[in-house]
């Protein structure tokens, strides 16, 4: 299989290495060269634009960060499916809507080319290891086709049921997430005003029923406001999804939203 990849940032640049290292002849194309850069040493293919790359692909790999450069990428004379041949799979790994994946479903289903949605978790280093999560919505036989080549970052890689149903796993993943980690900062300053060392609570919580990734990350990059930096717009993004997808479905996110809905003020990101 020959696979393509777009969007070689903290994240995705690891992903696409360890296409190359094993084996997969692959091509890149990025907006900003300077990502480009660390594959220098690589057999990677180098291309001048989206169409141009997709001309040559089995497999194109999208990890941008929004619904917009998903539709910039795919779309218009420069973009994927101006040249991509049919039988091709276009994966999309960003966290978006559902909606998006299924719009660009439709539009490449009439040129023969299938959509999966395959967001991922875990962050560089995961993926640099090899044990990003990716989550799968599509086609079974489409999935088992590109599983190897998501076997190279990932592990597990699991497939949800149709296209859609990896975002919206996703967004609950980071719907929850976002919940953990203000009730992990509250429960920290709180320990902190009753005389107990946050690292020194971090330290046992973390090796008892009240652990929590959330809890792990906070110690890791300096607490809740340094994190609102880092991922405070893409949380309040994921959460505003989420959202919109209850509200369509007639439901609610209850006492997980309110808590979500706490942390976003805590960083300053308000949905």
Request: glycine fraction near 14%; hydrophobic fraction near 45%.
């Amino acid at each position: 299989m020959r696979v393509g990849f777009i969007g070689l940032g903290s994240q995705g640049g690891p992903m696409a290495r360890r296409i190359v290292e094993a084996g997969y002849e692959t091509t890149l194309w990025a907006r900003r060269p300077a990502t480009l850069e660390p594959f220098a040493d690589t057999p990677a293919i180098l291309a001048e634009s989206p169409a141009a790359l997709a001309a040559g692909c089995d497999l194109v790999c999208l990890c941008v960060v929004g619904d917009a450069d998903i539709e910039e990428i795919t779309g218009g004379e420069r973009g994927l499916l101006a040249s991509m041949p049919p039988g091709g799979v276009i994966a999309v790994h960003s966290t978006v809507h559902p909606n998006t994946c299924r719009r660009l479903a439709e539009t490449a289903g009439a040129q023969g080319i299938s959509v999966i949605d395959a967001p991922v978790s875990g962050g560089g280093p995961a993926a640099s290891e090899g044990r990003l999560l990716v989550m799968v919505g599509g086609d079974a036989d489409v999935v088992e086709r590109c599983r190897p080549v998501f076997a190279t970052y990932g592990d597990p890689v699991v497939h949800l049921g149709d296209l859609g149903s990896g975002q919206t796993t996703k967004l609950l993943n980071n719907l929850l997430f976002t919940a953990n980690l203000g009730t992990a900062a509250t429960a920290l300053s709180l320990a902190d005003a009753l005389g107990i060392a946050p690292d020194r609570f971090t330290e046992v919580a973390s090796r008892g029923s009240a652990n929590s990734f959330a809890l792990n990350a906070l110690g890791g990059i300096g607490g809740l406001q340094r994190l609102a930096g880092l991922a405070g717009t893409l949380l309040q993004k994921d959460v505003r999804l989420i959202v919109e997808l209850a509200e369509q479905a007639g439901t609610t996110g209850g006492a997980v939203l309110e808590a979500a809905d706490a942390t976003l003020s805590l960083m300053g990101h308000p949905r």
